[in-house]
């Protein structure tokens, strides 16, 4: 791992805006640069997945990602970051809890997915608009904190498959109370325990 | 009028499970949004009308408790204005049904940053009061913080007897929220977590600033209430959310100084821990032996936390939100056996993990309840 990868899986980020800042001055690739700090995302999850990191660790390398890119991103012009994938993602209707939805969205972002965020509260049809708007996008997320909004993730689902979507996307859902089965319950293809295993099977299932 | 029989009976059945010198578990209700739609009362008739929502809570208990014994609340918070309970827990505003929310709607913790970063500075220098008083205004209407005062004034001590007469003795008085979570609230989960990473000088002064008048709080609601216990929570400082660092400077030091506080004052505090709290539950062995309740929600290993604290805590829990929301009556009763045979009934009270869920199925909660009655 590079000096920018290290740094962003030891989460110095006041260390590594410097270092990203003065190898920018140096004239090395900004796309190099970006590509390093996914490297430390992906040692980040790593970490997470082992029990060396926690939730307050995963929220701080996201920030820590978002800032560099910031400063990165915009450099990269019509350079090519190879995403991997498109996902729409929202918390359903009736909850308005975002923390876990914004978390997975994060560590989406940079495992290099591209994310619509529909936001919370979202009605079935607002999800259905969003995968007919974006073809491309092959996984949905639906998030919620809320037991009563079980029904809601249910109805989303029945909407996905009304529509004729479910041969094209697959469906994946968390939340603070979510196990499989609510996936049983839901009709949803898979749930993700955590931020890091949302990513993982994010991967798994493009 | 003296209470009922039964009643000190249950009462004394929750001492003695404290100590763990009981031989079957006990049962303990939390649940305050589950009533509603049982009952068939809309959600915000419920959580706005006071009166109704003692009313609707108990004929709830008592069509449960006809079935098999509810022996004691874990909350005595009925008739009670949630989003004004909550608020003062966490310093976030709470959205209501039937205003900012659908009729039918569980009330919803707004996360928003309220607390700006010069407050750190107010509440360093000015104490808890100056931040409370500046923050209240944000997120609660005052008239209604005042017409709440004044319906307790009126019918507080009157609701409590309501409660005490239909014979359920309530273990938890008050609930307190340590600093870690109030300024969480406040802040944002987002905001807060980075400040503790970032200053965490000004996490740790804003933390030594608010925990005396906080404990000295917490003491005189229960004092006040005559209660047996109170609630000390932990919900976003649980092990599974933060780093060690993190939990070992700013949430496990003040959460065990209120513990310790209640104990010294002859209240029972329970330990309401929300997530997952497995990394640290040796911990929880620095109070005194058969003094405390811990109360978990499910994510944390109960069996794992018999094996390392052994007889030394009683525990409340911990059937899932989901299974009593869409598991079978057999389901949670295997679920509840499975957990008594494994961790024995000494010292264990049979809860939801966390509150019962607003659409938990009235036969789940029974069998919930009557797999811990039966149990042998």
């Known amino acids: ?206 | 009028m003296m209470p009922s029989k039964l009643y000190l009976e249950r009462l004394e059945k929750i001492k003695k499970t404290i100590a763990l010198e009981n031989d079957k578990p006990m049962t303990s209700y939390l649940g305050p949004a589950t009533p509603a739609a049982y009952m068939g009362v809309t959600m915000a008739e419920y959580v706005n009308d006071l009166d109704k929502n003692l009313d609707v809570a108990l004929a709830y208990l008592n069509a449960i408790n006809e079935r098999t014994s509810v022996d004691s609340l874990n909350s005595g918070a009925l008739g009670v204005k949630v989003n004004v309970l909550l608020a003062g827990l966490w310093l976030s505003r709470v959205k209501m049904p039937g205003r900012e929310l659908p009729e039918n709607s569980l009330w919803q913790v707004e996360e928003k940053k309220v607390m700006q970063d010069e407050d750190y500075d107010l509440v360093i220098e000015k104490g808890y009061d100056a931040l409370v008083q500046k923050i209240f205004p944000q997120i609660i209407d005052m008239n209604e913080l005042q017409e709440f005062t004044i319906y307790m004034e009126k019918n507080g001590a009157n609701n409590v007897k309501k409660i005490i007469d239909n014979d359920y003795p309530i273990i938890n008085s008050g609930a307190a929220a340590p600093p870690f979570e109030m300024l969480c609230g406040a802040r944002s989960m987002t905001h807060f977590f980075m400040d503790c990473y970032k200053k965490p000088d000004k996490v740790r002064a804003a933390i030594e600033a608010m925990l005396p008048r906080m404990i000295e709080n917490m003491i005189g609601a229960v004092k006040g209430a005559n209660g047996m216990g109170t609630w000390v929570g932990g919900w976003r400082g649980a092990s599974a959310m933060v780093a060690p660092k993190i939990w070992d400077e700013f949430v496990w030091p003040p959460m065990y100084k209120m513990g310790m506080a209640c104990i010294e004052n002859g209240i029972v505090p329970t330990l309401h821990l929300d997530q997952n709290w497995d990394r640290d539950i040796a911990r929880f062995r620095e109070f005194p032996a058969k003094s405390i309740i811990i109360n978990t929600d499910g994510l944390t290993d109960l069996r794992n936390a018999r094996k390392v604290l052994g007889d030394h805590a009683a525990f409340m829990g911990d059937v899932p939100p989901q299974l009593l929301s869409t598991g079978t009556p057999q389901q949670v009763k295997n679920y509840v056996k499975n957990l008594i045979d494994d961790i024995g009934p000494q010292g264990l009270f049979i809860s939801s993990g966390c509150d019962a869920p607003a659409n938990a199925k009235f036969e789940n909660m029974v069998a919930m309840f009557e797999a811990a009655n039966e149990w042998s």
Do not use: W
């Open chain 1, 1 to 206: 791992m590079g000096a920018i990868a290290q740094m962003l899986a030891k989460l110095e980020d006041e260390n590594l805006i410097a270092e990203v800042e003065k190898q920018l001055s140096e004239g090395v690739n900004p796309l190099a640069i970006f590509k390093e700090c996914q490297e430390g995302m992906v040692e980040v999850g790593n970490m997470f997945s082992s029990g060396e990191y926690f939730v307050s660790d995963l929220m701080m390398a996201g920030a820590i990602f978002k800032q560099v890119g910031e400063i990165v991103v915009p450099l990269l012009g019509e350079e090519n970051t190879g995403k991997v994938g498109k996902v729409v993602m929202g918390t359903v209707k009736g909850d308005i809890h975002d923390i876990g939805k914004d978390l997975v969205i994060a560590l989406l972002n940079a495992a290099n997915f591209e994310v619509v965020d529909l936001g919370v509260d979202v009605e079935p049809g607002a999800f259905i608009e969003a995968l007919e708007a974006n073809p491309d996008a092959k996984i949905l997320g639906l998030s919620c904190l809320l037991t009563t909004a079980y029904d809601a993730m249910k109805e989303t689902v029945e909407a996905v498959k009304k529509a004729g979507l479910n041969d094209r996307v697959k469906i994946m859902i968390g939340g603070g109370s979510l196990d499989q089965s609510v996936v049983d319950y839901t009709g949803a293809d898979r749930f993700g325990m955590d931020a890091q295993d949302a990513v993982n099977i994010a991967k798994e299932l493009m």
